[in-house]
Nanobody, 121 residues
């Protein structure tokens, strides 16, 4: 079993910055992509950014140029630096990791519990 624990959410004014962190723990064998998703009230969960095991990032258009994703494979962590925050960035942010066990051919998605980010105007 793999657990993901997020930290770093909070309340910030528009134009401000926040940094989210996520650490994976448990019986880890192999983690593929890691990423961040968000869900605003009344909306579906959406991709914010992902990063491959090799470090290649992918961003949603809405956050390009403002958010930066990074990971530390040795520590099984992923971070999201969020700059120039806007009120529309307000959401619960979820950490995601694709993990597989020894002898398991496919990766399974694991999710953190979510952390609230609120951007005031």
């Amino acid at each position: 079993q793999v657990q993901l624990v997020e930290s770093g959410g909070g309340l910030v004014q528009a134009g401000g910055s926040l940094r989210l962190s996520c650490a994976a723990s448990g019986r880890i064998f192999s983690i593929n992509a890691m990423g961040w998703y968000r869900q605003a009230p009344g909306k579906q969960r959406e991709l914010v950014a992902t990063i491959s095991s090799g470090g290649t990032p992918n961003y949603a258009d809405a956050v390009k140029g403002r958010f930066t994703i990074s990971r530390d494979n040795a520590k099984n962590t992923v971070a999201l630096q969020m700059n120039s925050l806007k009120p529309e960035d307000t959401a619960v942010y979820y950490c995601n990791a694709q993990h597989r066990r020894l002898f398991q051919p496919e990766y399974t998605d694991y999710w953190g519990q979510g952390t609230q980010v609120t951007v005031s105007s």
